[in-house]
């Protein structure tokens, strides 16, 4: 599948889930996942549903096996937390997503010289 039959596929998902047509967008991101597990947007787009539906064994399943663009850094932290969470791991949870706040307080001292 090349990437303008993917972005459609995409977009239909979108569309359906718009129109609460969740079962329907389910099916198509299932598939695009499964022909492809690294690809991020589309395992953002399937775990969010997972989520909703209360699979969070599942969505961390599809997290943790997705390549995620910078992009979709927050996505994939904010998901995975709430993930972690609905299934008990609270301590987890909450390091994953102090995780990512750290790694975005130091991608933000840019005004540091690299002299110093």
């Known amino acids: 599948m090349d990437a303008e039959e993917?972005?459609?596929?995409?977009?239909?998902?979108?569309?359906?889930?718009?129109?609460?047509?969740r079962a329907r967008a389910r099916v198509i991101l299932e598939a695009l996942v499964e022909e492809n597990p690294q690809d991020g947007v589309s395992a953002v787009a399937l775990a969010e549903l997972l989520l909703d539906d209360g699979d969070a064994s599942r969505a961390l399943d599809v997290l943790r096996v997705a390549d995620f663009p910078p992009t979709l850094a927050h996505a994939?932290?904010?998901?995975?937390?709430?993930?972690?969470?609905?299934?008990?791991?609270e301590e987890e949870s909450r390091a994953r997503w102090s995780r990512f706040l750290e790694s975005k307080k130091g991608a933000a001292r840019t005004w540091v010289s690299e002299t110093e």
Not at 9 to 21: E, K, S
């Open 6 to 21: 993917r972005q459609f596929l995409l977009t239909t998902a979108w569309l359906f889930i718009r129109h609460g047509q």
């Open 76 to 89: 994939e932290a904010v998901l995975e937390s709430r993930a972690l969470r609905m299934i008990g791991k």
